[in-house]
T-cell receptor, first 108, second 113 residues
Framework: KNEVEQSPQNLTAQEGEFITINCSYS?????LHWLQQHPGGGIVSLFM???GKKKHGRLIATINIQEKHSSLHITASHPRDSAVYIC??????????FGTGTSLTVIP | DAGVIQSPRHEVTEMGQEVTLRCKPI?????LFWYRQTMMRGLELLIY????????DSGMPEDRFSAKMPNASFSTLKIQPSEPRDSAVYFC???????????FGSGTRLTVV
């Protein structure tokens, strides 16, 4: 059983579409991360959040602690958003759990 | 700032050899993390340091793996002896204050043949 589940596993969208990637977890956490891994392999930390919502450019991350659920939204998607998006949670005691990632392809 | 610097970028070695991966965190960051990524298991945290002190090494797969952080600007991950199943991409990341996100290095792609 995975402590962190992401959906969908794969997602293809047309340029300009609004995209939502979901992350559900089954353990109590102190924080949740959204990571972006580009086709070349580099990893970028997008957000770290423990409550509410954060926004950076066209990216928005929300978390509902009671429902143990987080979403990553991309507005006006662009081909350069094509990447794997990974959800990771941190428990008290600094245990890390990673989702298996959502592979996003944005078609021009 | 040059970001988190890892070396080498690629390493191919024979089974049984010792492998040392290196990481230079961002200056001023006080937490350093070593991750491993494989197709089968995805990303896994191996070990992390706070202020050069190892805090949690429960992710280190076995005694063949060891990590050190002799000072705030340098860390190593050593595998001895290496095995083909150690083949993976190893990422180093650093973080400043606890409420900020991580900065990842470009990774070291290790192949053990």
């Amino acid at each position: 059983k995975n402590e962190v589940e992401q959906s969908p596993q794969n997602l293809t969208a047309q340029e300009g579409e609004f995209i939502t990637i979901n992350c559900s977890y089954s353990v109590g956490i102190s924080a949740l991360h959204w990571l972006q891994q580009h086709p070349g392999g580099g990893i970028v930390s997008l957000f770290m959040l423990s409550s509410g919502k954060k926004k950076h450019g066209r990216l928005i991350a929300t978390i509902n602690i009671q429902e143990k659920h987080s979403s990553l939204h991309i507005t006006a998607s662009h081909p350069r958003d094509s990447a794997v998006y990974i959800c990771a949670v941190i428990r008290a005691g600094n245990q890390f759990y990673f989702g298996t990632g959502t592979s996003l392809t944005v078609i021009p | 700032d040059a970001g988190v610097i890892q070396s080498p970028r690629h390493e191919v070695t024979e089974m049984g050899q010792e492998v040392t991966l290196r990481c230079k965190p961002i200056s001023g960051h006080n937490s350093l993390f070593w991750y491993r990524q494989t197709m089968m298991r995805g990303l896994e945290l191996l070990i992390y340091f706070n202020n050069n002190v190892p805090i949690d090494d429960s992710g280190m797969p076995e005694d063949r793996f060891s990590a050190k952080m002799p000072n705030a600007s340098f860390s190593t991950l050593k595998i001895q002896p290496s095995e083909p199943r150690d083949s993976a991409v190893y990422f180093c990341a650093s973080r400043g204050q606890a409420h900020y996100g991580y900065t990842f290095g470009s990774g070291t792609r290790l192949t053990v043949v």
